[in-house]
């Protein structure tokens, strides 16, 4: 399924340096998401956006920022990577709840190592 | 704030064994409640949800789930598993217009 893309797959990067991650999708959804995935816990949400002027933060926003610069583009940047932002990163999309569906589909992840 | 509950971190079973994932989550109100799963090396894609009507659930690949309001529990089910179904199951809830809030998954293997 290649509806919601993910750039790059694989990252390594060092301390201190600013890094993108770029998610783009196919689908025409409104709704975007930047969840983190560490082992033994789970998905993370990093920030979401209901729409091209809507940005809102997730659970653990600090030392990310975000871009959404079009209905199928949202951007994901470490201003300065850390160690501790060493993870896999995903995006998802999803349609708004008013079609009561609301079902989350994912990109393929980014890996991301902060040495 | 709604939280979710995964019981097991990691389960172990043979082929054919009987499967019962365990997930409770923590909001008094109308809940929209998700399974998805990630094999190994892909991403996550939805097993199933439930947002009204029937609380028993059936999914993909003989998945199936039981949401019982009561004990505000959403455990996920498998008459027999396979090999195949190697993989970290993820429960999550949305209530309201709120985000979705994942469980901390649960690995499962699957020994032929």
């Known amino acids: 399924d290649a509806d919601v893309t993910q750039t790059p797959r694989n990252r390594i990067t060092k301390t201190g340096k600013r890094i993108m991650l770029e998610c783009s999708q196919t689908?025409?959804?409104?709704?975007m998401y930047w969840y983190r995935q560490d082992p033994g816990l789970g998905l993370r949400l990093i920030y979401y956006?209901?729409?091209?002027?809507?940005?809102n933060k997730g659970e653990i926003s600090d030392g990310y920022s975000v871009s959404r610069q079009a209905q199928a583009k949202f951007s994901l940047s470490l201003e300065s990577a850390i160690p501790n932002q060493t993870a896999l990163y995903f995006c998802?999309?999803?349609?708004?709840?008013?079609?009561?569906?609301?079902?989350?589909?994912f990109g393929p992840g980014t890996r991301l190592t902060v040495l | 704030a709604q939280s979710v509950s995964q019981h097991n971190h990691h389960v172990i079973l043979s082929e054919a064994a009987s499967l019962e994932l365990g997930c409770n989550y923590s909001?008094?109100?109308?809940?929209?409640l998700f399974w998805y799963v990630q094999y190994p090396g892909q991403h996550l894609q939805l097993l199933l949800k439930?947002?009204?009507?029937?609380?028993l659930v059936k999914g993909i690949k003989g998945f199936e789930a039981e949401f019982i309001k009561s004990k505000f529990s959403f455990n996920l089910r498998k008459p027999s598993v396979q090999w195949s179904d190697t993989a970290e199951y993820f429960c999550?809830?949305?209530?309201?217009?709120?985000?979705?809030?994942f469980g901390k998954g649960t690995m499962l293997l699957v020994s032929p």
């Open positions: 689908k025409g959804h409104d709704r």
């Open positions: 439930y947002f009204s009507g029937d609380p």
């Open positions: 998802a999309t999803s349609d708004s709840p008013g079609g009561f569906t609301d079902t989350q589909y």
């Open positions: 909001y008094g109100g109308t809940v929209n």
């Open positions: 999550a809830v949305r209530s309201g217009y709120s985000t979705l809030t």
């Open positions: 956006s209901f729409d091209v002027k809507d940005i």
